[in-house]
């Protein structure tokens, strides 16, 4: 079982930067693969980036290739997006996901957590 806290959302203008932390309970997170989803109002969600365990895979959606930036520190068993050069339309709630692959998926996680909320006024 992985419990996951996500943390670091809130209002910013366009042009601004946000770094967002999830924090994961588990000795096991180091096996994990981990990813950040984002859901705006109406839409889907959407897979905006993936690392693998090691942290030597990543994925990120083209929506936000060259601006967001995923990492991992399994020593503090925290993932991280760093979102530069935000846009309005990356406003959504963002969510921290976890599944024991050894790929980087962007579907079917087995843990979730409740979400931050990211607001990029224009």
């Known amino acids: 079982q992985v419990q996951l806290v996500e943390s670091g959302g809130g209002l910013v203008q366009a042009g601004d930067s946000l770094r967002l932390s999830c924090a994961a309970s588990?000795?096991?997170?180091?096996?994990?693969?981990m990813g950040w989803f984002r859901q705006a109002p109406g839409l889907e969600r959407e897979c905006v980036a993936v690392i693998s365990w090691s942290g030597s895979r990543t994925y990120y959606a083209d929506s936000v290739k060259g601006r967001f930036t995923i990492s991992r520190d399994n020593a503090k068993n925290t993932v991280y997006l760093q979102m530069n050069s935000l846009k309005p339309e990356d406003t959504a709630i963002y969510y921290c996901?976890?599944?024991?692959?050894?790929?980087?998926?962007?579907?079917?996680?087995?843990?979730w957590g409740q979400g931050t909320q990211v607001t990029v006024s224009s």
């Open positions: 588990g000795r096991a997170f180091s096996r994990y693969a």
């Open positions: 996901a976890a599944d024991p692959s050894v790929v980087i998926p962007k579907a079917g996680y087995a843990y």
